[in-house]
T-cell receptor, first 114, second 112 residues
């Protein structure tokens, strides 16, 4: 079974530029999560999708971050404009149904904002 | 105060040692407790999962939960160099689906 795929793996941008990350969850998984992991910290949930609907986006900085999950499969996370403090690893995870099911994480996208 | 506190380490032990990793939490509503292992440049992977107080054993790993003290632990017996990684505790509320609250992680190094 293929795992969660993410691209790109690394991205370096200047502050105020925009950037987008892509995630392809495990086939058949209804729930998709985006986490932000700042160096030396644990992951923090940004947004949770159930199929193509948003379940929780309470910690998403909506003035600059946006995410979508079209057709309930792939998802993209966008930052516009980026700030220095957005430098982090952006992890995508998926689970079968979302209620205490195991979350499987992708390798992450490492973003550096200069 | 953070909801979940975890000693960041780093922790360095010789091969074969018993390792103890710990987290404390402040929200008594947490019902599900997990330990994830994260190798460098990789995503976290689930190691242990429990939802009740007491001990749960899986091979060389034992997860312990004490809800009265709001304290969870992971013990690794006969530690191996391949156990070198960052260990993250995570918790979730019964009624919030899969949202996980993570500790900051403990970096473990097992020396041959």
């Amino acid at each position: 079974e293929a795992g969660v795929a993410q691209s790109p793996r690394y991205k370096i941008i200047e502050k105020r530029q925009s950037v987008a990350f892509w995630c392809n969850p495990i086939s058949g998984h209804a729930t998709l999560y985006w986490y932000q992991q700042i160096l030396g910290q644990g992951p923090k949930l940004l947004i949770q999708f159930q199929n193509n609907g948003v379940v929780d986006d309470s910690q998403l900085p909506k003035d600059r971050f946006s995410a979508e999950r079209l057709k309930g499969v792939d998802s993209t996370l966008k930052i516009q404009p980026a700030k220095l403090e957005d430098s982090a690893v952006y992890l995508c995870a998926s689970s079968s149904t979302g209620y205490t099911d195991t979350q499987y994480f992708g390798p992450g996208t490492r973003l550096t904002v200069l | 105060q953070k909801e979940v506190e975890q000693d960041p380490g780093p922790l360095s032990v010789p091969e074969g040692a018993i390792v103890s990793l710990n987290c404390t939490y402040s929200n008594s509503a947490f019902q599900y407790f997990m330990w994830y292992r994260q190798y460098s440049r990789k995503g976290p992977e689930l190691l242990m999962y429990t939802y009740s107080s007491g001990n749960k054993e899986d091979g060389r790993f034992t997860a312990q939960v004490d809800k009265s003290s709001k304290y969870i632990s992971l013990f690794i017996r006969d530690s191996q160099p391949s156990d070198s990684a960052t260990y993250l505790c995570a918790m979730s509320l019964y009624n919030q689906g899969g949202k996980l609250i993570f500790g900051q992680g403990t970096e473990l190094s097992v020396k041959p």
